[in-house]
Each structure stands twice: as structure tokens, then as C-alpha cells.
């Protein structure tokens, strides 16, 4: 026959032989842990679903402030939103050069469809080591208050040193010239290959063309130590002791205003047809 003790040691339920068991114990500790990363991992996984229409409102905001900066229009204080809608947004299909209404410009994002398998297209030869390219982007036209455009913002990307460059190009209405670069996303060496934020830098590509012969000639806008035989307009000075990142910016931007990305529309940008 049991004793007493015995009899009232297995009539307690699990919980209280659970909260009695000697906190040393290798069963409570390993059961307390797990309790308090199942528990983490809730609020961990509840934040990040109450947060993600926030950071999703915000990664749209900077895009915006981006698009404005690169088109020269940015000012502190100035009411985002309603800045941005000077430009209009345009999904279009790089291999022909056209706008298409097949998507919501508003809703298309870039990102997603160079990943997804029916609308991008495996690279061979691809010198931005993108991987794979979006048959379709989003491009923004920005017009003068007449209604002439005045300029077109195009969303470029590549590998740099250490990381995928996120940005946009702004060029000139007439298709050949460059307004501006600017990078909304990278993981460069700080003080090195992320000098592509620098504003100095930056600056460098104010007025630099694309190609020579007002357009009709060779692709020609290189990144480098030294200018290339058609001369300085066609030169930005690469990045001090950042060789691998300036190669990464020259390859991406050569790419994207190639016929494999976005000349087929900067001929109908030349030809005033947008």
C-alpha cells in the first residue's frame, strides 16, 4: 500500500507537480525557455503585423521624397504627397519602349515583378548582376506648366561591392541628358562605396549625356578614374578608394540606358513622342 504522501504526491495535476518540481530541474528550465519563446515570438509576429500598413506607407513616402529629390524639386518642409503629384506614374514595357495599361501604375511594384517568373526574364550576359529583369518597370514623367515634359524619372538598380543599388535617373527632356543619380537603397562600405549618397557626388552627374551626337550616337556616360575618348561630358570621376562600387554604378547605369533597358523609350523621349 502506498503511503500518504505518495497518494497526495500523485493526486496533485501536472500544473501544480509542474510549479512544485525544483526550479534546477533540467525539464522546468528547458519548459520555462521554450514558454517564454513562444511567447516572444507572438509579440514579435503581432508587431510586426500591426506595423506592416506603417512601414509600408513609410517605404512609399521615401520613394516619393527620392523621385522628388532626383528631379531637383525637393525643399524641406514641403508637403510630400502633394509634390508628388506633379509626376505621373506609367508602367512601361521595355522591350518596345510603351506605356501599357495592363497594370496600375499606382500599384506596380518593381521589385516583385523582377522576381516573379512570368513577367521578368533570366539575364546571360548581365553586367549589373541583376539576375533576372522586369519585362515591365514604372517610369515617372514630370511636365512643365504648359504641359511640355520636362523631364523622366527611371528606376535603375545593380550590384555594387556588397549590395544591390536601389535608385533613380532623371534625365532631361531630351532623352540624352542626365539630371541627376540618386540611391534610396544600398549597403555600401561606409565612408567608401556609400559615397554614392554623397551630394558632391552626386552632383558630378548634372548635365552628363548618355550618348553622343545629341543622342543618335554610341552609349558613351562611363564611370571611371579617367574620361573616355568622346571627353568629359560623358564622365563622372569614380568613387576614391571605392573601385568595385564605381564599377558596379558605371555597369548598372550602362545597362539600363541600353537597348536592353530603357532606350527603346528614349528614342520616343528624342522624338517628342511622349
Known sequence: MPDQDTQINTSKNPIRRFLDASPDGTAKTVTV???????ASMVVSAAAVALRPLQERNAALDKQVNIIQVAGLYEQGIDVAKSFEAFEP??????????????DPYKFDDRAAADDLT????????PASIGRQAKYVTVYLL?????????????????GLWSTLYGFIAIEED?????????????????????????RWKALWRDKKLRTEDGAGELAITVAKSPPPEGRDYYVDALSGATLTSRGVDN???FWMSERGFEPFLKRVRAGDI
Not at 513577367?119 to 548581365?126: E, G, R, T, V
Not at 532623352?175 to 551630394?199: K, R, S
Open 175 to 199: 532623352g540624352n541628358t542626365i539630371y541627376g543619380l540618386q540611391f534610396y537603397d544600398q549597403a555600401e562600405t561606409p565612408g567608401l562605396g556609400a559615397e554614392v549618397d554623397n551630394p
Open 90 to 103: 506609367h508602367v512601361l514595357e521595355l522591350s518596345t519602349g510603351e506605356f501599357t495599361d495592363q497594370f
Open 119 to 126: 513577367l521578368s526574364i533570366p539575364l546571360q550576359d548581365d
Open 33 to 39: 525557455a521554450l514558454g517564454l519563446c513562444l511567447v
Open 252 to 254: 548598372l547605369v550602362r
Open 143 to 159: 511636365r512643365d506648366a504648359d504641359g511640355a515634359l520636362d523631364k523622366v524619372i527611371l528606376p535603375v538598380y545593380g550590384y
